[in-house]
T-cell receptor, first 114, second 113 residues
Framework: DAKTTQPPSMDCAEGRAANLPCNHS???????VYWYRQIHSQGPQYIIH???NNETNEMASLIITEDRKSSTLILPHATLRDTAVYYC???????????????FGKGTKLTVNP | GAGVSQSPSNKVTEKGKDVELRCDPI?????LYWYRQSLGQGLEFLIY????????KSGLPSDRFSAERTGGSVSTLTIQRTQQEDSAVYLC???????????FGQGTRLTVV
């Protein structure tokens, strides 16, 4: 079962910042927060991930609260091409550094309007 | 290629036939995942490979589903005696060992008629 809660849908105006919230109140200390998105008819695309510090890359910023129970993905200047379903996922890191499966919930359908 | 490659991109099969879906991961990626996505639904985990072994097969829905990986590279997902409820997009992803991002292919759209 997904360990995250996201709003089912959000709207954003083109050129404005899109702030997508995610609750993960049962997150444990060895679990990372990952964000993926899926544009219609395509495979999911990695956006960003973090453990406890805020992260920024060329696509987005990830803000994680101090208690790590929630996070926000920020798309600073949303474009029409950012319309997609956005998935927030918590993923454990194994002791051996191996990869664990990503458990996708229902995500947030973001619609960027012109 | 630079990304995860899946073949075929589309497959239509008759109910009761067996199908094989292929995934070519990114070179050097030791972790490989299979997911499926039914129309309008979320992604459902099927199986995870680390090298040639599958430490997590918990998502395979029945014994009609099996997967193998050879040489730590190509993986094949086999569905025997296909049923209409098997119709979905089957997605493959790969990643390096460790908490790195997984890269997904474009999927194989399976239609059982």
């Amino acid at each position: 079962d997904a360990k995250t809660t996201q709003p089912p849908s959000m709207d954003c105006a083109e050129g404005r910042a899109a702030n997508l919230p995610c609750n993960h109140s049962t997150i444990s200390g060895n679990e990372y927060v990952y964000w993926y998105r899926q544009i219609h008819s395509q495979g999911p695309q990695y956006i960003i991930h973090g453990l406890k510090n805020n992260e920024t890359n060329e696509m987005a910023s990830l803000i994680i609260t101090e208690d790590r129970k929630s996070s926000t993905l920020i798309l600073p200047h949303a474009t029409l091409r950012d319309t997609a379903v956005y998935y927030c996922i918590v993923r454990p890191r194994t002791l051996q550094g191996g990869s664990e499966k990503l458990v996708f919930g229902k995500g947030t359908k973001l619609t960027v309007n012109p | 290629g630079a990304g995860v490659s899946q073949s075929p991109s589309n497959k239509v099969t008759e109910k009761g036939k067996d199908v094989e879906l292929r995934c070519d991961p990114i070179s050097g990626h030791t972790a490989l995942y299979w997911y499926r996505q039914s129309l309008g639904q979320g992604l459902e985990f099927l199986i995870y490979f680390q090298g040639n072994s599958a430490p997590d097969k918990s998502g395979l829905p029945s014994d009609r589903f099996s997967a193998e990986r050879t040489g730590g590279s190509v993986s094949t997902l086999t569905i025997q005696r296909t049923q209409q409820e098997d119709s979905a997009v089957y997605l493959c992803a790969s990643s390096l060992v460790g908490n790195t991002e997984a890269f997904f292919g474009q999927g194989t759209r399976l239609t059982v008629v």
